[in-house]
């Protein structure tokens, strides 16, 4: 019997047509209940009889999601341990000396040696780190287009869209809307750079979170009855870069420090 490590392991086996005939809304909901071990795969009725019967009818899921995410940021360093060091610093733009790959993390040094241990200025988030060590692996090192993209423009974004506004942009629109002036103080905190005029928005903030992916926050503040907006840009070379679990990871993170920061603020 196959296990998954996570949702979109079985968001993509699905049709993906929203069709509603499990009585779920969406597909990714079926997805999460069949993970959650609250439905089962064959309860769809699009899902091809091979694909059920190399799944073995059910999904089991064998580690909780911390546990998840913890043998997977093992596995990736074990993979970075097998590469040469050197030439992945001048493919990602980071500095190698002493047997470790530097990389500027949200302006912060973060290293890793040959060994896969790690070394940084910053807390230890797993929702970086698998990234970061994706990054290390995969960058082509191109240089980046200047040009900026939305999520779901990327290669591969359309099918992670859903989730990735439901764990990435609306709860980064929830912080800003609650802590707006907050926000402008933690893009000092992580390095970022205010721009002017982009997209005609209230408030523009590009981060570095990896030397050859930038992000673009783009926020408009409410007015005159209308709800607050924001979208979330990438460079167009960034699936290039990075995979697309990478980039959604690299997201959900951001906005997961983003929260931490924001409450500690809020109760001061």
Not at 236 to 264: D, P, R
Request: negative net charge; charged residues 25%; hydrophobic residues 40%.
């Amino acid at each position: 019997m196959a296990a998954v490590k996570n949702v979109m392991d079985v968001f993509k086996v699905l049709k993906k047509t929203n069709c509603r005939e499990c009585n779920e809304k969406t597909c990714l909901a079926f997805a999460a209940a069949v993970f959650k071990k609250d439905r089962q795969l064959n309860e769809c009725p699009y899902v091809d009889q091979a694909v059920i019967e190399s799944l073995g009818g059910n999904i089991e899921t064998l580690q909780t999601m911390a546990d998840d995410q913890e043998a997977g940021v093992d596995a990736l360093k074990q993979e970075v341990s097998q590469i040469d060091l050197a030439a992945a610093a001048r493919r990602t733009g980071g500095v190698f000396s002493d047997d470790r790959l530097t990389l500027k993390v949200f302006g912060k040094d973060f290293s890793i040696d040959s060994k896969g241990a790690l070394t940084t200025e910053i807390h230890v988030n797993p929702w970086v780190v698998a990234p970061l060590l994706t990054y290390i692996l995969n960058c082509n090192g191109l240089p980046l287009s200047g040009e900026w993209v939305t999520f779901k423009e990327l290669e591969s974004g359309k099918p992670w869209q859903g989730l990735f506004g439901q764990r990435c942009e609306i709860p980064l629109k929830k912080v800003i809307d609650d802590y707006t002036d907050l926000l402008e103080d933690l893009i000092h905190i992580f390095n970022g750079r205010e721009e002017k005029g982009l997209y005609n928005s209230d408030i523009s903030l590009t981060l570095l979170p990896l030397p050859k992916m930038p992000m673009l926050i783009c926020y408009w503040k409410p007015e005159d009855g209308l709800d607050s907006d924001l979208h979330l840009l990438f460079d167009s070379t960034a699936e290039k870069n990075c995979s697309i679990e990478g980039i959604y990871s690299l997201g959900t993170g951001l906005v997961t420090m983003f929260e931490k920061l924001a409450l500690k603020h809020g109760g001061q």
